[in-house]
């Protein structure tokens, strides 16, 4: 990058302007100003700031603005072919959590515009088109549904379903009357279909890793071949409730036991396949006390892999373990389960991974990068499906993320644009060629 | 028993005044009206009414009626030797769970009145004076305090506290206006102080096992020489929040697989020492998710044994298992630990337990019955530290208590109560001899 340092050594205005509350300063000595965190939700009046901020810097760039009927914002900045041919988008979401970070998603979007900045100031062009997108709503806090208007871009969504949506804590607040209070409901479709909507000729995303990886291994750029495939189940186990003191262990149906057991065998299991096996919840009934036995016992299974097939394997083989788990104590506990989520592996386009890999060999060397697999979804799991699309991960510390101390390091981000602007560059230079027949 | 069935064939007014919500009754096809349940919470209009009953039954009898401070009932029928020696009791609580049974105490007190009217029918005398306590608030369940006015008599509870004790629906009650209002703060002493107190000479408690052990070795009388010793520990495993899905297993900080190892290793120690160990409650924070590793796991343990050494040897096991799983998987968890009640276990006097083991052999025969432990609390574990005590217990159904089905056949009720009645016969004239010198 030329204009050094410009991403992460001095937050801008707007990284600034929305600040969270002053509790957060004291979490950890020493804070630098990008290390407290942001509290950003979906189409509130901050959120509404910072798009008028983003609005501002790319016309000032010269880019055309495109505002869609989700609020999603298209900057499309002219090449030199003055082709048609839809851009080659660098997208990512200006959103936060409640209580997060100042990288995710917030890095995608102002290393994109660091890149267009710096092509200006170099009388640089592509080819073809280039531009950003600000996605709304991916993080889902506000209005809850995460990756929500990637999703309705791509036809999974239903744009009813979203704009219905409402605030979590007002319910006469809806997604679209947000969208329209603050003048985002734009007059062009959410949809990929060239006929009505904004269509997208490739999707680059620059994202913290969200993960420990690139930490613990000393790598500055993960090359994203495509998000993991994950189901989610619920798992109760029914035993009977039963006095502590006075029922022997042989004569037990203990659903706790089993439980237990269960969430143990699935980390075992989940560990020889090289999968990822998680429980967030756990719970027993209300009534539930010391000397009682609970009658029954639910937790989730969150079941990861980056092949549908072994994330299908691990689950059969849960299922038969716990079947086993089941008749081994006392006078045994019977268990149902439910599939609640089911999300299939995706892989990216293996042209936008070999752009990303070929500059990042470049930039910091094969030593420093390694391929990987999403753990988190992004808005480019969707945009994936209609045109090609992969993703940049840069280190975070410690892996944190969603949360106010979640931090990149200034290099980091600094390798992170400089690799998406010369993916952006390699992409479009291949697809150039390729359209000349070279 | 000379009155056949007179106790368990058919309900007696009281036992059907209070009658249950009507939704009980479907549970069960063909329910037996002793099958339906009991609702009578302490000192409630309902409990009046069976003290009402309770006392006139008494006084019929010829028995003197003694109120203490707890409203604790106390009925004294003369023996032979116009003795000043204190009374030979057979006491229980007629007080039960809000969804309770109709055994659960009330055996005790209703077979009590059998073993006197008993007497009286056949102008069978006892040396001493022999009689009944219905014991207030023993379920602890309107005012939570379990064995609380036994435990008031025994000096280990302060009155004050005991009458400060508030309805748990309703702060404007307590127990001493409770007691006010039904006419039962009596005039003398809760104590076991001769001077100012209702002493007793022994202390006997029919009672069902709410276990299932009787009925699973075929035998109907339990002789209970103790009750089990138990530790309530409350275990919090310390980790950390990340993501299911960015989080590799070797990084984790997995408190949930931590605590599931650790009620599973609690329950396969507790079997190697033939003791018990329970999970009653399981806790994550509030704002855990699917695919969010929580910060930190909260569970109860309950370890009985009817030893105190076995108790203590069983806990440490426990906690040296526990740091070795703390550090077992990825990064590792931290635990801390708190005990919450430590009851020490409770021997029963020897010459009570064997005048119970006597007549049992006589009318069952020693291979229908057995020396048990007590796993649950009751009256008796109070009186035994000031008088001579010890319990019979009778099977319930599937050692199902606390429980509309709560059930013990007329048969097996029969034999307890002729357990009853002979072991104070038993016991008084051991006492009889004793005094005489032979």
Same mark, same amino acid.
């Given at each position: 990058?030329?204009?050094?340092?410009?991403?992460?050594?001095?937050?801008?205005?707007?990284?600034?302007?929305?600040?969270?509350?002053?509790?957060?300063?004291?979490?950890?000595?020493?804070?630098?100003?990008?290390?407290?965190?942001?509290?950003?939700?979906?189409?509130?009046?901050?959120?509404?700031?910072?798009?008028?901020?983003?609005?501002?810097?790319?016309?000032?760039?010269?880019?055309?603005?495109?505002?869609?009927?989700?609020?999603?914002?298209?900057?499309?900045?002219?090449?030199?072919?003055?082709?048609?041919?839809?851009?080659?988008?660098?997208?990512?979401?200006?959103? +936060?959590?409640?209580?997060?970070?100042?990288?995710? *998603?917030? #890095? /995608?979007? =102002? %290393?994109?515009?660091?890149?267009?900045? @710096?092509?200006?100031?170099?009388?640089?062009?592509?080819?073809?088109?280039?531009?950003?997108?600000?996605?709304?709503?991916?993080?889902?806090?506000?209005?809850?549904?995460?990756?929500?208007?990637?999703?309705?871009?791509?036809?999974?969504?239903?744009?009813?379903?979203?704009?219905?949506?409402?605030?979590?804590?007002?319910?006469?607040? +809806?997604?679209?009357?947000?969208?329209?209070?603050? *003048?985002? #409901? /734009?007059? =062009? %479709?959410?949809?990929?279909?060239?006929? @009505?909507?904004?269509?997208?000729?490739?999707?680059?995303?620059?994202?913290?890793?969200?993960?420990?990886?690139?930490?613990?291994?000393?790598?500055?750029?993960?090359?994203?071949?495509?998000?993991?495939?994950?189901?989610?189940?619920?798992?109760?186990?029914?035993?009977?409730?039963?006095?502590?003191?006075?029922?022997?262990?042989?004569?037990?149906?203990?659903?706790?036991?089993?439980?237990?057991?269960?969430?143990?065998?699935?980390?075992?299991?989940?560990?020889?396949?090289?999968?990822?096996?998680?429980?967030?919840?756990?719970?027993?009934?209300?009534?539930?006390?010391?000397?009682?036995?609970?009658?029954?016992?639910?937790?989730?299974?969150?079941?990861?892999?980056?092949?549908?097939?072994?994330?299908?394997?691990?689950?059969?083989?849960?299922?038969?373990?716990?079947?086993?788990?089941?008749?081994?104590?006392?006078?045994?506990?019977?268990?149902?389960?439910?599939?609640?989520?089911?999300?299939?592996?995706?892989?990216?386009?293996?042209?936008?991974?070999?752009?990303?890999?070929?500059?990042?060999?470049?930039?910091?060397?094969?030593?420093?990068?390694?391929?990987?697999?999403?753990?988190?979804?992004?808005?480019?799991?969707?945009?994936?499906?209609?045109?090609?699309?992969?993703?940049?991960?840069?280190?975070?510390?410690?892996?944190?993320?969603?949360?106010?101390?979640?931090?990149?390091?200034?290099?980091?981000?600094?390798?992170?644009?400089?690799?998406?602007?010369?993916?952006?560059?390699?992409?479009?230079?291949?697809?150039?060629?390729?359209?000349?027949?070279?």
């Amino acid at each position: 990058m030329s204009r050094e340092g410009a991403v992460g050594n001095k937050p801008k205005g707007p990284l600034s302007t929305t600040s969270t509350p002053s509790h957060f300063h004291n979490e950890r000595q020493l804070l630098a100003p990008t290390e407290t965190g942001m509290a950003r939700l979906s189409l509130t009046d901050a959120d509404a700031k910072v798009r008028k901020w983003f609005a501002e810097e790319v016309q000032k760039l010269g880019c055309a603005l495109s505002i869609d009927q989700m609020g999603n914002m298209f900057a499309r900045q002219s090449g030199s072919k003055k082709s048609s041919a839809p851009m080659i988008a660098m997208g990512s979401h200006l959103d +936060t959590q409640p209580r997060g970070g100042r990288y995710d *998603g917030i #890095l /995608g979007v =102002i %290393a994109a515009l660091e890149v267009l900045r @710096t092509m200006k100031e170099n009388n640089f062009k592509t080819n073809y088109d280039v531009g950003i997108v600000n996605w709304t709503n991916e993080e889902g806090a506000r209005f809850p549904k995460s990756m929500c208007s990637s999703g309705v871009w791509a036809g999974a969504i239903p744009i009813q379903k979203a704009w219905d949506l409402r605030d979590i804590h007002d319910p006469n607040v +809806t997604l679209r009357s947000e969208l329209e209070r603050h *003048g985002y #409901l /734009g007059d =062009i %479709a959410c949809s990929s279909d060239p006929a @009505t909507g904004f269509t997208l000729g490739a999707h680059f995303e620059l994202h913290i890793e969200q993960g420990p990886i690139l930490q613990e291994t000393g790598r500055s750029i993960g090359i994203v071949q495509g998000a993991q495939g994950y189901r989610w189940l619920t798992v109760t186990v029914k035993g009977k409730d039963a006095h502590t003191g006075t029922t022997p262990l042989s004569a037990r149906h203990d659903a706790m036991l089993a439980a237990s057991k269960m969430i143990v065998a699935s980390n075992a299991i989940a560990k020889r396949h090289d999968a990822l096996a998680s429980t967030g919840i756990i719970r027993v009934p209300s009534n539930a006390s010391t000397n009682t036995l609970p009658s029954d016992v639910t937790f989730t299974l969150d079941i990861r892999h980056p092949e549908d097939r072994a994330v299908h394997a691990v689950q059969e083989e849960f299922l038969k373990a716990f079947a086993t788990i089941s008749s081994e104590d006392g006078r045994g506990v019977s268990f149902d389960w439910t599939l609640d989520t089911d999300s299939p592996a995706v892989k990216f386009d293996q042209g936008c991974v070999e752009s990303i890999k070929a500059v990042a060999d470049h930039i910091v060397g094969p030593g420093k990068s390694m391929y990987m697999t999403s753990g988190a979804g992004h808005d480019t799991v969707y945009t994936s499906k209609h045109c090609p699309s992969a993703m940049i991960f840069v280190p975070c510390r410690d892996g944190v993320s969603h949360h106010p101390t979640e931090y990149c390091t200034p290099e980091d981000c600094a390798l992170g644009t400089q690799a998406l602007l010369e993916a952006v560059v390699h992409y479009d230079q291949t697809r150039a060629k390729t359209a000349n027949g070279i």
